[in-house]
């Protein structure tokens, strides 16, 4: 059984940080592109930022200079710095990644549970 485990929400204030954290275990082969999402209530979730294997970011535009994604491959870990945060990005923070299981042919997308980011003003 693979599993991503989202680490790190809480609540901040405007203009504070926060550093989420997602783990993937189990019989991990290789994992591909990873990526945050979110997820504010009563909204379609939306893409925060990808980051491929050999570490090239992508961010969406309403995070653009505010957030950044890494990863640790030796750990399977990807991370999301948030800084200057806006009680905008309150939502559930999902992380996804494209996951090769130990004997198998082909990347999986696997979701995290969230993790549950408020930022007050």
């Known amino acids: 059984q693979v599993q991503l485990l989202e680490l790190g929400g809480g609540l901040v204030q405007a203009g504070g940080s926060l550093r989420l954290s997602c783990a993937a275990s189990?019989?991990?082969?290789?994992?591909?592109?990873m990526g945050w999402y979110r997820q504010a209530p009563g909204k379609q979730r939306e893409l925060v930022g990808t980051?491929?294997?050999?570490?090239?970011?992508w961010y969406s535009n309403f995070v653009k200079g505010r957030f950044t994604i890494s990863r640790d491959n030796a750990k399977n870990t990807m991370y999301l710095q948030m800084n200057s945060l806006k009680p905008g990005d309150t939502a559930v923070y999902y992380c996804?990644?494209?996951?090769?299981?130990?004997?198998?042919?082909?990347?999986?997308?696997?979701w995290g549970q969230g993790t549950q980011v408020t930022v007050s003003s």
């Open positions: 189990g019989s991990i082969a290789s994992i591909n592109a």
């Open positions: 980051i491929t294997r050999s570490g090239t970011p």
């Open positions: 996804n990644a494209e996951i090769l299981k130990s004997g198998s042919f082909s990347y999986i997308p696997t």
